[in-house]
Every structure is written in C-alpha cells, then in structure tokens.
C-alpha cells in the first residue's frame, strides 16, 4: 500500500510563491512518474506538472514558466515550486503516483491566490 501527503499549500497574494511537498511512503517501485494535479471549484481535475524517476518532466501550458517540479528518489518525495503565482491557479492540489497497473492520490492541498 502506498500513501501520500501533502503539504505547503495557503492563502497568497497574485505575484507570490508557494512550494508543494507530498511525502510517499509504503512500498514504492523504483520505476514511476509522480506528479501534481489540481481542481478548481466547477471544473475537473487537470495535469499541472509530473516528473519520471529518471527525472524527465512536463509541464501544463498555463504554468510553463512559472511552476517547477522536482522530485527526491531517496525520500519518495516530490515538490512542486510555484512563482508569479495568479487568482487562476487557486484550486486543490493533488499529489499523484503512477507506476505499472497501479495508481494512487494524495488528500489535497489548498492554494488561494487573491488579487
């Protein structure tokens, strides 16, 4: 069984930053792609950034640029590093694992970005 939490979302203002972490723990293939989605109010869950254990990356169109994913093999844990940040990206963010016939999510995390 895996879990996964995460942490560092909150209130900001437009042009701010946040960093998202979410720790995984259980049994973990060393072979997988993590990643971050999110969902704001009234719309489905969308790709913002994910990340393979090798460490290629890919990001949503609305946050190139802006947002940066990284990831720790040793801990199982991924960050998410979120500048400029604007009213558009307020939504729950998740925390995503991926790895062969298996996928798992995370509770969520708030971010808020007022203007």
């Known amino acids: 069984q895996v879990q996964l939490v995460e942490s560092g979302g909150g209130l900001v203002q437009a042009g701010g930053s946040l960093r998202l972490s979410c720790a995984a723990s259980?049994?973990?293939?060393?072979?997988?792609?993590m990643g971050w989605y999110r969902q704001a109010p009234g719309k489905q869950r969308e790709l913002v950034a994910t990340?393979?254990?090798?460490?290629?990356?890919n990001y949503a169109e609305p946050v190139k640029g802006r947002f940066t994913i990284s990831r720790d093999n040793a801990k199982s844990t991924v960050f998410l590093q979120m500048n400029s940040l604007k009213p558009d990206d307020t939504a729950v963010y998740y925390c995503?694992?991926?790895?062969?016939?298996?996928?798992?999510w995370g509770q969520g995390t708030q971010v808020t970005v007022s203007s």
């Open positions: 259980g049994s973990i293939s060393g072979i997988n792609v």
């Open positions: 990340i393979t254990s090798l460490g290629s990356t």
């Open positions: 995503n694992l991926r790895a062969v016939g298996f996928g798992y």
